[in-house]
Antibody, heavy 117, light 109 residues
Framework: EVQLVESGGGLVQPGGSLRLSCAAS????????MHWVRQATGKGLEWVSAIGTAGDTYYPGSVKGRFTISRENAKNSLYLQMNSLRAGDTAVYYC???????????WGQGTLVTVSS | EIVLTQSPATLSLSPGERATLSCRASQSVSSYLAWYQQKPGQAPRLLIY???NRATGIPARFSGSGSGTDFTLTISSLEPEDFAVYYC???????????FGPGTKVDIK
């Protein structure tokens, strides 16, 4: 059974940093592209970043230069380093597996990040 | 940048009725479009990919159609568990871009 378990969320001050982790199990982690997607309370889904099996990374303009996605295949783990956090980054952050063709077929349950003073 | 719009924002229907949800892209995405369902407090679930292919385990009452810029998700007969928010997502220029639509809420009339 595919499982994705996020951790590392919490309360952080504006301008601060936070590192999210995602523990993957039930599939060959190294063979899949992975994503982070966020959702502010009561709002829609926003794609945050992705990393390919070769370590290639992708970001939307809203987080480029502030967020860094990485993976550690030996530990079946995905990470998101978030720097220079803003109030607008407050959201539930989901770790997600790419279906293999640019869609998401498995999602974690999410971890809440709150940016506030 | 391809922008997705969804209509209507809210669809109020009764169980057993047919639901028709629309997703429009600002430029052609070919057939590279997916639909997701999200219930309150839950992560999204992939329903349809490549415009018309049902994901594993998705009931046959869910169907997708369209290509280019106009897409439709149809739920042939609403079950109580189908009342949720539905998002479309395009991957035509993936990598590097990946985008969701704003969502359509299907609620009980």
């Amino acid at each position: 059974e595919v499982q994705l378990v996020e951790s590392g969320g919490g309360l952080v001050q504006p301008g601060g940093s936070l590192r999210l982790s995602c523990a993957a199990s039930g599939f060959t982690f190294s063979s899949y592209d992975m994503h982070w997607v966020r959702q502010a309370t009561g709002k829609g889904l926003e794609w945050v970043s992705a990393i390919g099996t070769a370590g290639d990374t992708y970001y939307p303009g809203s987080v480029k230069g502030r967020f860094t996605i990485s993976r550690e295949n030996a530990k079946n783990s995905l990470y998101l380093q978030m720097n220079s956090l803003r109030a607008g980054d407050t959201a539930v952050y989901y770790c997600a597996r790419d279906h293999g063709s640019g869609y998401i077929d498995y999602w974690g349950q999410g971890t809440l990040v709150t940016v506030s003073s | 940048e391809i922008v997705l719009t969804q209509s209507p924002a809210t669809l109020s229907l009764s169980p057993g009725e047919r639901a028709t949800l629309s997703c429009r892209a600002s430029q052609s995405v070919s057939s590279y479009l997916a639909w997701y369902q999200q219930k309150p407090g839950q992560a999204p679930r992939l329903l349809i990919y490549d415009a018309s292919n049902r994901a594993t385990g998705i009931p046959a009452r869910f169907s997708g159609s369209g290509s280019g810029t106009d897409f439709t998700l149809t739920i042939s007969s609403l079950e109580p568990e189908d009342f949720a928010v539905y998002y479309c997502q395009q991957r035509s220029n993936w990598p590097p871009a990946f985008a969701f639509g704003p969502g359509t809420k299907v609620d009980i009339k």
